[in-house]
């Protein structure tokens, strides 16, 4: 079977945003690949593991490939991807001049080649990621977090989701309820559930992002303690009040997880103060280093009180809390 294989030389701080244009646009399957120098930081404390940990990719930049099944129309999708891209410059993202390359391909094999890179990785002393088809014999303190990403999502090893795991475990308490918003994968909510969270409300916009994390939760056996709903951010929280939709957790709720780019988060966080309990706790991760201010006075504003913040490489996680009614 031959493929229409579209490739975008772009930056880093783009390729959450253009990958997820390419999916819309009915893309089989999307690749990243960063740029992987000697003289970028990595935390292999832990033994982490790097997809392909040297090219000749130029430091800061990506290469991201979408794959379209044949006979799709690419001169429109080329077309639409384009505009879309320029329409990141209104969000302060910088995409580096992107460049744009369009060929077909012959490859049958396409896409599943990439599994054979994807094996267990060890995100913590407790939490280690592990694709459902590799064996691993787990030690008695792990807890396995088992993920099928699919060619759509990614396999948790960005410093994004891996910063985003590190922080829940040092957040969620047993019986904690959790809203997990733009869940993706649902390896967050998976996260949070092994963790000891009560119920887990996983919330994404994307339709094949609830499909997908619909299934990594019955691979998990958390059917009845992980919620998946499509929702535009915390809309399904609206949306309950009208239909009563069972959303898994009583509102407000102790903890709220936003896995997303900073010009996402901006959008709602009034709406995540109000989700929260008093003295809950919310984790903004996927926030590049140089939208981190404008991230933090955002959660001020809203009435937060910034409790911490953990970095890995260009991203940054923060950690906010809301005061207790006694200003406590």
């Not at 975008?8 to 997820?20: D, K, L, P, Y």
């Not at 896409?111 to 060890?122: L, V």
């Not at 459902?132 to 008695?140: L, P, V």
């Not at 977090?145 to 475990?169: N, W, Y």
Request: aromatic share 6%; proline share 3%.
């Amino acid at each position: 079977m031959r493929w229409h294989e579209v490739t975008v030389h772009t930056t880093e701080e783009a390729i959450e945003m253009i990958s997820n244009f390419i999916h819309e646009l009915g893309a089989g399957g999307v690749s990243i690949e960063e740029s992987g120098t000697l003289n970028k930081q990595r935390d292999t404390s832990l033994g982490q593991w790097y997809e392909r940990p040297l090219n000749d990719i130029p430091e800061g930049r990506a290469v991201i490939q979408g794959y379209f099944s044949e006979g799709t129309d690419m001169d429109t999708v080329l077309a639409s991807l384009k505009q879309s891209v320029q329409e990141l410059a209104e969000y302060s993202i910088d995409t580096g001049e992107p460049v744009y390359e369009l060929k077909d391909v012959d490859d049958e094999d396409w896409a599943t080649a990439w599994k054979q890179y994807f094996k267990p990785i060890r995100i913590t002393d407790r939490l280690t990621i592990k694709p459902t088809w590799e064996d691993y014999e787990a030690s008695a303190e792990e807890i396995i977090l088992e993920l099928d990403p699919g060619m759509a999502f990614g396999t948790g090893t960005h410093a994004t989701t891996s910063l985003c795991l590190r922080t829940i475990e040092k957040v969620v308490r047993p019986g904690d309820e959790v809203i997990d918003v733009g869940t993706g994968s649902g390896i967050l909510a998976i996260a949070a559930a092994k963790l000891g969270a009560k119920h887990v409300l996983a919330l994404d916009l994307d339709p094949v992002a609830v499909s997908s994390a619909e299934e990594n939760t019955k691979l998990n056996g958390l059917e009845n303690q992980v919620t998946v709903r499509l929702s535009d951010l915390l809309q399904a929280l609206r949306d309950n009040g009208q239909n009563g939709e069972d959303l898994g957790v009583t509102m407000p709720v102790q903890v709220v997880v936003a896995n997303i780019l900073a010009e996402i988060i901006l959008l709602f966080v009034e709406d995540v103060f109000e989700a929260l309990e008093p003295g809950g706790t919310y984790i903004a991760s996927g926030i590049i280093e140089s939208k981190e201010r404008v991230v933090t006075e955002a959660l001020t504003k809203a009435g937060f009180t910034l409790k911490d913040r953990f970095q890995d490489g260009d991203w940054v996680a923060l950690v906010a809390g809301k005061p207790q009614v006694n200003g406590g």
